[in-house]
């Protein structure tokens, strides 16, 4: 057995620096102590068989007592990587993306996780946000001329499907909240961004909706170009606040998208530019930063942190979002940031996606639901410097 055990802590370091590279984005906290290994690997396996699975208060991350090895404990081959280093896996929520290149990123540590994931002054599990892009909606009788236009009556069929299935809207600072510390937002909750500068669209098709449900429409806004008049309208428009102000960048053509061949004072310049200009017609900085036709780097998503932007939106039409959960594809993966580079549905196609947004939220729940002890076991053993912090466990 000694033999085995002093392998097995040679082993398990290199194992985490392999595993540790694949799971980034997990939540799964490392722990860099083979004590602590040993001792999470004797749990799993009580917890996993159900059998004697106590809840020992000297259990610590700094405990450099040896654990006692239970005798089933016989490290080998098929010892899995994900139950190396962690007290017991904590499962995540999975859905089936189509394409399947689409998966759901964690962003939070577990503990940050867990201590805002439960509770009554927090979103209830499976609260799920919709976010949806619009362009123009084309009057009622003419053809559609691109993809990235809606038909008026789809997005009345819209509108009021989403109404009937309970949807209210959010504004971007509701979910940032959401998304950072799981504060309270409805459970089906949907974000309507319009993209440029369309205050007609606004006036002539949103309006009427926002007023009738008490919503918020978020206007991605190209600020650099914006004449008086279009901030008279702003304002005229914005009489009851339902709009939410956002950048889309400060000029947004050809020669300012964000790809690997801009320059850093462009970047710069489209980042930073809209900041003032939005802080001096709404009186709140913005905290959204929209992706110029969608074009962002790894580099840009930093700049776009250093300066002071809490969510990212793209073009690519991925799934909803919960708290800690954010279906990316792999242009999104690569930059370690899933919370600057958040999917959009497409208005064209939105209708299906709320449907399919209430499905996945029931799921959710119901999972939360049956892993709910699972959970609070590991947050009141592996979390104790969060726990002041909640009283909800
Ligand atoms: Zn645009």
Excluded at 49 to 69: A, D, E, L, R
Excluded at 183 to 208: A, E, W
Aim: proline share 5%; hydrophobic share 35%.
């Amino acid at each position: 057995m000694k033999i085995y055990l002093s392998k097995f802590k040679l082993i398990i370091p290199i194992l985490i620096f392999i595993i540790y590279g694949f799971t980034a984005c997990q939540i799964i906290p490392i722990e860099e102590n083979s004590q602590m290994v040993s001792f999470s690997s004797t749990s799993i396996d009580a917890f996993q068989t159900n059998q004697s699975f106590t809840i020992t208060p000297s259990i610590k991350k700094t405990t450099t007592k040896t654990p006692t090895q239970v005798s089933s404990f016989t490290p080998s081959p098929s010892f899995t990587p994900t139950i190396t280093n962690t007290p017991f896996s904590l499962e995540n929520f999975s859905y089936n993306f189509r394409p399947n290149e689409v998966s759901a990123q964690t962003y939070l540590e577990t503990c940050s996780y867990l201590a805002n994931r439960w509770g009554e002054e927090k979103s209830i599990p499976g609260t799920i946000v919709v976010p949806i892009m619009y362009h123009s909606v084309r009057q009622s009788g003419r053809p559609l001329q691109d993809e990235m236009q809606v038909s008026q009556e789809y997005f009345e069929y819209t509108m009021e499907y989403a109404t009937k299935l309970g949807f209210e809207t959010i504004t971007t600072e509701e979910l940032i909240g959401f998304l950072y510390s799981n504060d309270p937002i409805p459970q089906y909750s949907m974000i309507m961004i319009i993209d440029d500068r369309r205050l007609g669209v606004v006036d002539d098709h949103f309006m009427k909706y926002l007023d009738q449900n008490d919503w918020t429409v978020t206007l991605a806004y190209i600020t650099g170009v914006a004449s008086e008049f279009e901030w008279q309208e702003f304002a005229r428009l914005n009489v009851n606040n339902r709009l939410d102000l956002q950048a889309h960048g400060f000029l947004h053509n050809a020669e300012t998208y964000i790809t690997e061949n801009t320059s850093t004072e462009i970047i710069e310049q489209e980042l930073y530019e809209p900041i003032s200009i939005i802080e001096e017609k709404t009186g709140r900085k913005p905290s959204a930063f929209i992706w110029p036709g969608g074009n962002f780097t790894t580099e840009s998503v930093q700049m776009a942190r250093e300066a002071g932007y809490e969510v990212g939106f793209t073009v690519y039409s991925r799934g909803p979002l919960m708290y800690n959960w954010i279906p990316l594809g792999s242009t999104e993966i690569k930059v370690s940031d899933p919370l600057m580079v958040l999917p959009r549905y497409w208005s064209n196609s939105a209708a299906i996606y709320l449907e399919k947004a209430v499905e996945i939220s029931t799921k959710a729940q119901e999972f939360a639901e049956e892993n709910k002890a699972k959970e609070q076991i590991w947050f009141q053993n592996y979390c104790k410097e969060f726990q002041n912090d909640s009283g909800n466990h």
